[in-house]
């Protein structure tokens, strides 16, 4: 859903890699006519926590009956291992809106890859970082030779590094994660559409004196005095859109893009809302997609479309795991399954359908405790894979404050060699005890008391203080046992 000049945005397009650099104003728009684009399940370990990322993408073209020589504006970056680092990997879907669309959504998805993976500051402050680099992406889009007075995308974006993941959202795609709770499996949003439906958005768009209204509204055909559009699962396909104060454009339904220059004079911005996510065993996959997949979907419906052998609440809220299942094996099923019905949906409803693009990522293998280090295996950067003609209890919580997100870490508890000799000593430390408490009542008693602290309690206190502390205490048990 990107800008109106009329009942339905004019939507040209590509998403070609090949295209991604910079265009001549007023230039045609490139010709890309594959429907259909999914690329093979791929894996990416995270050494610093021992865990694997398996995901999969796919961009379905729209169904314009129109406009049948239109184009997918959709496209979407996957670059693992970000300036070089294993634990860093970005995932990304960009939704071009307005004549050069697809322009937009090309140019920002290179440009944005680029900027963040050359920025110094990255692995000290990833929310600078990232929220610098969508700035920046704007105004080299700005620069660049690209008409973006109508034109623009938006950007759903995120960054894993290590178990946390940053999610940058410019506009109205969106980004779930799966959470398993129980016998459950619930989708926790990990943005928020930025739209006039949300309070905060409206008035801060209306600061700017942008008028909000539907398109029924600016045709006469509703009283452009009310200003309540119901929420946005139920709007009916007539959203409330952006207006400049005495003209028809640009009609965005949405307050925050990268591009739209016209329209950033009424409030619309590229300023990301950023949100932090710690990973836990329990969160299963997250899925990153355009508003083609959640236009009639919502976020819960797709976490359950995308779990294999499960059956369905009768509020539809959640689903129930069956047979121990978790999600589906391959992605790229889960990726098909939830784009055709996607698809299907915007035809029973609508008489086109929009651009479709879905990435989804599963996670594999995360425990609570983190491996520490890196591997010695060959450090490389991935080019970024892009789409194209190749074309809350999910814990968001900031970093600890006292680690760099991007660095790993050193080991912090003792080594086995020190709590061997530890164990070793407290056993001598109990025979010396035994013999000398033998003549004494109570004797097993403070016998089993002296095993349970030197064998039990102990070394639960000490083993996180480590290596050092341990031969300290070994030190000491070795004195007071003379």
């Known amino acids: 859903m990107g800008c109106a000049h009329g009942k339905c945005c004019n939507r040209d397009s590509s998403t070609s890699d090949e295209h991604s650099g910079h265009h001549q104003r007023g230039i045609r728009p490139y010709k890309n006519k594959d429907g259909l684009t999914q690329r093979s399940l791929e894996l990416v370990h995270v050494p610093s926590h021992n865990f694997t990322l398996q995901y999969s993408s796919l961009t379905q073209h729209g169904y314009y009956p129109d406009t049948t020589d239109r184009e997918n504006q959709d496209s979407f970056c996957i670059k693992t291992q970000i300036q070089g680092n294993p634990n860093v990997h970005f995932f990304g879907v960009f939704d071009g809106h307005g004549q050069y669309g ?6 920002v998805k290179d440009k944005l890859v680029e900027i963040l993976s050359s920025d110094p500051t990255l692995l000290d402050d990833p929310l600078k970082a990232y929220n610098s680099a969508f700035l920046a992406t704007n105004s080299e889009l ?3 030779e690209i008409d973006d007075a109508l034109s623009g995308t938006t950007a759903i974006t995120v960054l894993v590094v290590g178990d946390t993941l940053y999610v940058a959202n410019v506009g109205d795609s969106r980004a779930v994660i799966a959470v398993k709770d129980g016998d459950r499996i619930l989708a926790e949003d990990l943005s928020v559409d930025q739209t006039p439906f949300r309070k905060d958005e409206y008035d801060r768009v209306k600061l700017f004196g942008a008028r909000v209204l539907s398109v029924d509204q600016v045709e006469g055909l509703k009283d452009p005095d009310i200003q309540h559009w119901g929420d946005e699962e139920s709007h009916g396909g007539d959203p409330p859109r952006l207006w400049v104060p005495n003209g028809m454009y640009p009609g965005t339904a949405f307050t925050r893009s990268v591009g739209d220059s016209t329209a950033e004079k009424i409030g619309v911005i590229a300023v990301p809302e950023i949100s932090i996510v710690r990973l836990t065993p329990s969160h299963l996959f997250f899925v990153v997609a355009s508003d083609g997949v959640f236009e009639f979907l919502s976020s819960q419906t797709v976490v359950n479309m995308a779990t294999a052998k499960v059956s369905y609440t009768l509020d539809f809220n959640a689903c129930l795991l069956q047979n121990n299942a978790t999600a589906y094996k391959d992605p790229s099923d889960a990726c098909t399954a939830i784009a055709g ?3 299907k949906r915007w035809l029973e409803l609508e008489n086109r359908t929009d651009d479709i693009t879905i990435i989804i990522v599963q996670i594999k293998g995360l425990s609570n405790q983190s491996v520490v280090g890196t591997t010695d295996s060959e450090v490389h950067s991935r080019p970024c894979q892009t789409g194209g003609s190749m074309n809350q209890s999910a814990a968001i919580v900031p970093p600890l404050m006292h680690q760099k997100p991007l660095e790993s870490v050193g080991h ?14 407290s056993h001598l430390f109990f025979i010396h005890c035994a013999t000398r408490l033998v003549d004494l009542p109570y004797t097993w008693f403070l016998c089993f008391a002296t095993c349970v602290i030197f064998f039990i309690v102990v070394p639960a206190y000490i083993q996180p203080l480590g290596e050092e502390s341990s031969y300290y205490l070994c030190f000491l048990m070795i004195f007071f046992s003379k």
Not at 102 to 107: E, L, M, R, V, Y
Not at 412 to 425: A, D, N
């Open 142 to 144: 700005r620069d660049s």
């Open 102 to 107: 697809a322009h937009c959504s090309n140019f």
């Open 341 to 343: 019905d996607s698809y």
């Open 412 to 425: 912090s508890s003792c080594s086995f060699l020190s709590l061997y000799i530890y164990i070793y000593l």
